[in-house]
């Protein structure tokens, strides 16, 4: 099993100059520590339930990009871009700029956007979730047109695109890797197995994450997916903060044996460099053989 990094928090003792030189090293501890991926929010207000509105919030890719030039090999991504933020073909074209500059290490993840708040206060429309779902299987089907040879037009209920043309390409071949997020069994792990090379689950009980594996499978067969090529992965910051070393492993091996090959932790505290250095250290090991 792997480790990932997500990044939820911006604030530092310090203050909002503290931010750059904060998050660089961050990800930096996490890509010198052995991590695979490093992600951030796509919010434009801080989530209530981690602090309040008014706390400090970046933009989600321009963040990456700040952090493509300070790493050479950690991969890149939003965990979750809302598909209500972007356009689909302007989405693709950002993707495909943080995989050229980064070297090939940009991952789209992506998923139906859910923060009400934000939406009105920004004026960014914020329709029905059943709109929501749609856009966001169109957003797929324009990424994956953009991402192929096809330069024609697409034509769907939300979007129209006269040409969909992407020049450069990007490194990855055939193309960035298609994360979607969440966990709902009707739509979302439908458009999972229809599109997407892994999903992420919010790793709440096992009981849980073993029916949606189980529901993701059922998906799978009646798409004709090969279940075992969409990686699954899981945020565990919903279980509370990581424990010691050895409970962590522990915690992590009935996941790996359910077939999760990427957990997710989050650095507590106002050092979170140090941590996810110590961390790494500590855990990667033991879940490298999981």
Known sequence: MKLAVHYPNYSFPGGVAAIGP????????????????FTVMDHWFQMEALAT???????????????????????????????????????????TTLDVLSGGR????????????????????????????????????????MWSDDEGPYSGKHYELAETICRPMP?????????????GERKTLRLVAKYADACN?????????ERKIKVLAQHCQDEGRDFDTVRKTIAAGSLGPPPDAVTFIERM?????????????TPPGPDPADWIARFADEVLPGLSEL
């Open 22 to 37: 904060t998050i660089a090293a961050t990800t930096q501890a996490a890509e010198q520590s052995g991590c695979a991926q």
């Open 53 to 95: 509105a008014q706390d400090p919030m970046l933009e989600g890719y321009t963040t990456l990009g700040f952090l493509a030039g300070q790493t050479q090999t950690i991969r890149l991504g939003l965990l979750v871009t809302g598909v209500t933020y972007r356009h689909p073909g302007l989405l693709a074209k950002t993707i």
């Open 106 to 145: 940009a991952e789209l993840g992506i998923g139906a956007a859910w923060y009400e708040r934000e939406h009105l206060g920004l004026g960014v429309p914020f329709p029905p979730i059943s709109e929501r779902f749609e856009r966001l299987e169109e957003a797929l089907q324009i990424c994956l047109q």
């Open 171 to 183: 490194i990855q071949s055939p193309r960035p890797s298609i994360l979607i997020g969440g966990g």
């Open 201 to 209: 689950l919010f790793a709440t009980d096992q009981d849980m994450v």
């Open 253 to 265: 091996r009935p996941y790996a044996d359910m077939g999760v090959d990427q957990v997710w932790v």
